[in-house]
């Protein structure tokens, strides 16, 4: 990989980090380095500056507490995959960590790098959409929460500010009340489609990978759910309202028929 | 322990490879060696007008750029029609129009950024329909004055033409119940060596010394050679360790362009090809078309067929018209066809050209003739098996062009691999969207020529003196020293093999076509018999026994049955010197002629079977219907591989092609648009990872052959061959609908579930 010419900080602590993203214009954390350097390789990025945060420990926990859990940013999807926390208590995150990408990913991929990445075709910020998840932004001026809902705002941007960091996620534990499903041709590949459903507060919750420049959550499918229609005619609508890609992996069209093929997979899986 | 024939002795690389030790052409560095880079050409047609150096020779830092004015002569493995830099002409996106060296590798950068290229675009013939339309503007106007060096038939845009007739086709067709037609449909196939290619040269004394990542250094060396306008001699290829050739780093690529910059500038010149142009220059398994039709009775015989086979060369030749003579020999060499009429055209279009990969066109032909092969069985209602074994070849049975075959070995596979996985049989219900194929298909040994020589050293190990390659095979770091071992009674390790080095051992033609332990153990076995011969001798003196008491192992000659009475083979080294000088062997080896119906066909040079080996597999498949997704449940492999030398080597090589086959069954397609190649990354073109690998069982069987070394054939290059039938097949059965294109998606299942 032969990358343009950058500056490299260690930040020691979460609060150093917020501060060089503040200094500096054109800067960039780097945690996993997964997202991020084949950006960098393919010049689709090329910051001035990397703050490296991949050694902040303190950033690397799952904890329970008053009925959600929180997941330190920079837990690493090898670390959430093997949580008996959330297997017990939120096993979605997990099973979807252990399909991430190869062991090299998720030993190194981080669940904060993927999330602030927002890349559509990402398993887990469609879970963290239909889990309705809370992120924790950390800046100059301290905390913020930012519902899952308006965290992802376009293909590959989220809500956090140049000068924040991501610090912590936090899901609801529903135990296991969730599924997430995908479809890739290849073993280890991007999901070509993805679809997260999941029982929240008396609801169904469905989301969806890759359907779109974001995450999106699947509108017709919850309302069908809602108004009493069955898996089968509440599949049928999960591609309402999407605007899928076409690429090597799938048409839009196809895409549009996995969505709802997976949908009712996930459901299924949802009911068994 | 000594080494015996049959061992799975290991591989003398491995460790070196496991570390991450070995030196690769990637790693090799000369002192004060220079950056090369080479400007290619954006478009695939076009004309140049504008070509002007001035400003990048003026770069600091920069000491050479060479263009097609420091080197005007072309070269051609077959049709000499290739030139290094582009001519005026452009018929490829990646075609090279000038190099550049210098002291860094961002100096090589501005260099090529700092020539001057103007080309006035030319219409684009990007397909084959195009290139042979009615009309349709010649890419190469001076066909007709290239050299050929085998004067096979050519035509405008068609590089190659062969033909084949046998039998009376017409009455044939005429007299048939049915007759049974089918069209099919590949892909381009990138060999994805994870080593890109890569050379390093320098001009001294007057020649040109080149260390290369090739799998034929022989070939480069004339290649390079005729390129440059020298003797071959003047060339010298020395061979680091390969990372991957799959018959991709046949030919010459870089060298020549490194070795004029290298002249030019006084300095050794490294070239290392970025990906994207490995994927522009690899030479792929070209995309093709195949048309087939059988006449046969209602009981399953086939009274004649006919074929034709459209392969795209891209712009330029190199080996393809040789691989193109093979198209008749895949497509009618399984079964009794009857009588025979055969058409192949290489046919010339502005896309990158295209070359062998392991396996070359047997994989699409097999996999036409296999797909056919279920199309007639199912259309007669026979069951698939059964008819194979109807109509498979047995001893006697003469080729497609009247070779006749001895030893044929597919009626054993068949049934060995009934034992293995039992064949459900006509009408066994499966679960649904189940399936199951099968595709049967003999393959060639290469048989191009070797020599070797061996040493005894007078520690008592022995050295190998060879130019043959080591492309990850194992046929060079585990096979050859099996042999000189196993001969002079020494154990693993104590073989010592050389670098291939042009200047220092016998030809060799190269690691391609199963060749090296077929053609190059004969040699290798030759020598270390040579050597045997004055160990034997020696130790008889020296031991006042008798030679035929004498045996070898252990490191030492001895009586048999007397251990007492022995002598090491560092004794007998040294005492040889002084007696009768080094003790050393030379072997050499060529295959004999093999007799066929000379008229039957015309433009093909690969016109018989050496070494043939016999294969059978199975593939179990699951397909998703709402999906589309295949899932292969299970796979099965009988190969006839003569004599088995090293099982474990033997099995690596055939995992590792059905996996190859798997990527080309379901995965990889190199795209091209007008020419351009959509796929220049493995972030989309994708091959097989671990998890997509089904469990493989393998059945090993020997037919020994007359020729080979111990009874030995080619084993590495057949394994991918018949994946690709075996697994459509499979899921033809599983969806009920004929799959007959590749690569199998999700798409082109559900398509032709919804047909």
């Not at chain 2, 070269?75 to 290739?82: A, F, L, N, R, S």
């Not at chain 2, 220059?281 to 093709?288: F, I, K, T, Y």
Request: glycine fraction near 10%.
């Amino acid at each position: 990989m032969i990358p343009s010419q950058f500056d490299y900080e260690l930040a020691g602590t979460a609060d150093e980090a917020v501060g060089l993203l503040s200094q500096h214009d054109d800067a960039k954390l780097l945690a996993g380095g997964h997202s991020l350097l084949p950006l960098m390789r393919l010049r689709f990025a090329s910051p001035a500056l990397l703050v490296d945060i991949g050694r902040l420990s303190e950033l690397s926990y799952i904890k329970e507490a008053d009925g959600s859990i929180a997941i330190g940013a920079l837990t690493r999807h090898h670390d959430l995959a093997g949580s008996d926390v959330l297997r017990e208590r939120c096993a979605v995150i997990a099973e979807t960590a252990e399909g991430i990408g190869d062991p090299q990913v998720r030993h190194r991929g981080t669940i904060g790098g993927s999330v602030t990445h927002s890349d559509p075709a990402s398993d887990l910020p469609t879970v963290l959409l239909a889990l309705e998840a809370e992120m924790v932004a950390r800046g100059p001026s301290g905390e913020r929460a930012i519902a899952a809902a308006d965290f992802f705002t376009g293909f590959l941007e989220s809500a956090l500010r140049d000068n924040e960091i991501l610090t912590e996620i936090r899901v609801p534990a529903i135990g296991s009340a969730g599924a997430y499903v995908k479809f890739n041709r290849r073993a280890q590949d991007w999901a070509t489609v993805g679809v997260a459903a999941v029982r929240l507060n008396g609801a169904t919750n469905v989301a969806l990978t890759n359907m779109g420049a974001t995450p999106l959550r699947a509108a017709g499918v919850e309302e069908a759910l809602a108004a009493g229609a069955d898996t089968a005619a509440a599949s049928a609508q999960a591609a309402n309202g999407t605007s899928p890609p076409s690429d090597t992996n799938g048409s839009a069209e196809y895409r549009a028929h996995l969505a709802s093929i997976l949908t009712k997979r996930a459901l299924e899986a949802l009911d068994g | 322990m000594t080494v015996a024939i049959g061992d799975s002795s290991p591989r003398i690389d491995g460790e070196a490879k496991v570390r991450g030790t070995a030196l690769y052409g990637i790693d090799y560095e000369e002192p004060h060696y220079l950056h090369g880079k080479i400007l290619r050409s954006t478009v695939p047609a076009g004309r140049i007008t504008k070509l002007d150096t001035s400003e990048a020779v003026k770069i600091p830092g920069v000491l050479a750029v060479v263009t097609a004015e420091d080197v005007p002569g072309r070269w051609g493995h077959v049709t000499v029609d290739q030139p290094v830099f582009a001519t005026d002409v452009v018929r490829y996106e990646g075609e090279p129009i000038a190099a550049v060296a210098a002291e860094t590798w961002n100096q090589a950068r501005a260099a090529l950024r700092a020539i001057v290229l103007e080309i006035e675009p030319l219409e684009v013939l990007g397909t084959m329909q195009e290139a042979m339309a009615e009309g349709a503007r010649l890419l190469h106007p001076g066909w007709e004055s290239y050299r050929n060096h085998f004067n096979t038939p050519r035509e405008g845009n068609l590089a190659a033409i062969v033909d084949l007739r046998r039998g009376d086709i017409d009455a044939a067709f005429a007299k048939a119940n049915h007759v049974i037609e089918d069209e099919f449909e590949v892909q381009r196939h990138h060999q994805a060596s994870i080593e890109p290619r890569v050379c390093t040269a320098r001009f001294e004394n007057g020649r040109y010394v080149i260390h290369t990542s090739t799998q034929w250094p022989f070939n480069v060396r004339d290649g390079t050679a005729g390129y440059l306008g020298v003797r071959t001699s003047d060339v010298r290829i020395v061979v680091p360790t390969v990372g991957g050739g799959f018959g991709g780093k046949l030919i010459p690529t870089l060298e020549p362009a490194a070795a004029l910059l290298a002249r030019r500038s006084g300095r050794p010149v490294k070239l290392v090809n970025t990906r994207k142009e490995e994927f522009l220059s690899g030479c792929p398994r070209e995309n093709a078309v195949v048309r087939v039709a059988s006449a046969v009775t209602s009981d399953g015989e086939i009274l004649g067929h006919r074929s034709e086979v459209l392969m795209d060369n891209g712009a330029y030749g190199g080996e393809q018209p040789v691989v193109a003579g093979l198209a008749p020999l895949m497509l009618c060499s399984n079964y009794r066809m009857g009588a025979i009429s055969h058409t192949t055209k290489l046919v010339y279009t502005n896309t990158p050209p295209t070359g062998p990969f392991r396996g070359v066109l047997a994989t699409y032909c097999n996999f036409a003739l296999e797909r056919h092969a279920d199309h007639i069985a199912n259309e007669l209602g026979i069951d698939r098996r059964e008819f194979r074994l109807r109509n498979i070849y047995v001893d006697g049975d003469e080729s497609a062009t009247g070779q006749r075959l001895e030893g044929v070995a597919f009626s054993d596979a068949l049934e060995r691999l009934d034992e293995v996985v039992p064949w459900p049989g006509l009408g066994a219900r499966r679960h649904p969207y189940q399936g199951v194929g099968i595709a049967c298909t003999v393959w060639n040994t290469n048989s191009m020529p070797s020599g070797a020589s061996v040493k005894l050293n007078e520690d008592g190990t022995a050295t190998l003196i060879s130019s043959a390659t080591e492309i990850g095979t194992g046929a060079v770091a585990q096979g050859l020293p099996q042999i000189v071992a196993a001969e002079l009674g020494l154990d693993a390790g104590d073989v010592v093999v050389s670098r291939p080095d042009t200047d220092l051992a016998a030809y060799d033609g190269g690691a391609q076509g199963g060749r090296t332990m077929f053609m190059a153990g004969e040699a290798v076995l030759g020598a270390a018999r040579e050597v045997r011969d004055q160990v034997l001798d020696a130790a008889a003196l020296k031991l006042e026994a008798d030679r035929g008491d004498l045996e070898l192992a252990d490191g030492v000659a001895r009586v048999a049955g007397a251990p007492d009475r022995q002598v090491s083979l560092a004794a007998v080294a040294r005492a040889e010197l002084f007696r009768a000088g080094p003790v050393t062997g030379a072997g050499r080896h060529t295959h004999p002629p093999v007799s066929f119906d000379t008229g039957c066909v015309t433009g093909s040079v690969m016109t018989t079977f050496t070494g043939a080996s016999y294969h059978v597999h199975l593939a179990e498949v699951e397909v998703d219907p709402e999906t589309g997704e295949v899932t292969i449940l299970r796979y099965a492999v009988a190969q006839d591989v003569g004599k088995i030398l090293n099982p474990q080597a033997i099995r690596g090589q055939i995992y590792g092609g059905v996996i190859q086959g798997v990527g080309y069954a379901l995965f990889e397609d190199l795209r091209l648009d007008e020419g351009i190649c959509l796929d220049w990354g493995f972030a989309s073109y994708r091959l097989p990872t671990a998890l997509d690998v089904p469990p493989i069982d393998v059945v090993l069987l020997e037919a020994e052959d007359p020729v080979g070394p111990h009874g030995a054939k080619g084993v590495a290059e057949a394994p991918i061959i018949p994946v690709a039938a075996a697994i459509a097949n499979a899921v033809s059965d599983a969806i009920g609908k004929p799959i007959n294109s590749i690569p199998i998606t999700p798409f082109t299942v559900l398509e032709a579930l919804n047909a």
